[in-house]
DNA sequence: GACTTATGACTGACTAGTCAGTCATAGTTG
DNA sequence: CAACTATGACTGACTAGTCAGTCATAAGTC
């Protein structure tokens, strides 16, 4: 029948190297069509035959790569949010070394970072995704505590905290509330994921703003 | 076929019959069930048989009050979220007064507002299923944008606008970016859901820090 | 009795997860 | 190289279960 179609897609330009190793090619496929339809529709509303489907594969296929529904969803956030973390550990990194950034631009970059890589990407989809569905999965929420939150900031609060000492910044109040370092951010991802269509944002100008609010005094002028 | 929306068996009229008064009694019974329902396990996984259990009520009596699942859901919203709106916009009307109050000092008003009615209550899981939910339900999105995003947005605008002109603000990016003005409140809802058992967050205290650091400048000392 | 309100068993559509079978390819043999 | 066997990635029809929405019936009220 029309079985034999291009299901197995002939590997262009050359080897067609081992079948059992290429394996992690379907895996990827996998997470990439997890991607729009859990982002489409939520955890409990997308269907693994969409996925499936979408992917080129049979559904059977899925749990070859994946023990079930849920670990496809962690394992689809894992791999999104990883080499972001990376990135950021980086930056931060850079934060302390001898001779340090400015924290204005550690904080730019970190907006720079966040906007090239999330924000204006489909892994915006996935921070939101994580919003969306940590309250409904706590050991989800709690990794992310532990592996992310937790440390970014304390990076971030003690570098504050000594940037309020040295008077890079006016008062403690960032060391004090990190999270205001992030609000813009999250606040463009709801922000593009519902309202873009009426009102679009530019979500690099918004943090840039926001930087300059949070740093602007007599250093400037 | 527009009118056939005549679902609440109470006639708005002057002396309901104690019959009636049970039927809304029931009507509010059902809600506040839904409330938990929805916000423990959003709306694709939040089971009517389970709102039914939880309100004291057979799964049909639902039927008699909301036409469906969805109209449940958004009325929800709707009955949640309308007598905020109408704070809000009695905070912004005094805004407008010949006298008016100074730009702080509402925004002190707004931040009081969000954290006393929303933050703080079980409305912050009604902004949290919005915000989750939007996406999904492009009128709810729509619905939302214009009756009361846009509307407080460029309330907001103008007033920031007058503000930056008068002295009162340091440069007119807040007008540009009223956004900046909820960011930190979103961003409270957000780690309040997820990381409050971590992390307890004083979301009060935040939003005070905020408009520090939006207003400060020579004005204070 | 007539009319309103409430019930909960039932139905039908839908879907996560399974598993017996297929078949392209690798390996082996002469 | 041709023929044969072995492997396991892949398939998709199927099962078992879930849940939104319905409706025949009951209970309450005037």
Do not use: C
Not at 112 to 127: A, P
Request: aromatic share 8%.
């Amino acid at each position: 029948m029309t079985t034999a179609a291009n299901k197995k897609p002939k590997p262009a330009g050359g080897k067609p190297s081992r079948r059992h190793e290429q394996g992690s090619g379907k895996r990827e496929l996998i997470l990439a069509a997890a991607l729009d339809e859990f982002s489409q529709n939520g955890f409990a509303a997308a269907r693994l035959d969409d996925v499936a489907k979408r992917a080129n594969v049979a559904k059977g296929t899925i749990y070859l790569y994946f023990k079930d529904k849920e670990s496809l969803f962690q394992e689809l956030l894992r791999v999104q949010i990883s080499p972001v973390v990376g990135m950021l550990e980086a930056v931060l990194a850079a934060s302390k070394d001898a001779r340090p950034v400015p924290l204005r631009e550690t904080a730019n970059r970190i907006a720079d970072l966040f906007v090239d890589q999330v924000i204006s990407t489909r892994r915006k989809d996935i921070v939101r995704l994580i919003l969306t569905e940590g309250p409904r999965f706590p050991k989800l929420a709690e990794f992310y505590y532990r592996e992310i939150i937790s440390r970014a900031i304390s990076a971030f609060r003690t570098r504050a905290a000594r940037a309020a000492k040295e008077g890079e910044l006016r008062s403690d109040t960032l060391a004090r509330f990190p999270q205001l370092i992030v609000a813009p951010a999250l606040t463009a991802i709801m922000w593009k994921s519902m309202f873009d269509k009426f009102e679009p944002l530019d979500a690099k100008a918004l943090m840039k703003a926001h930087i300059e609010i949070l740093f602007d005094k007599e250093e400037r002028s």
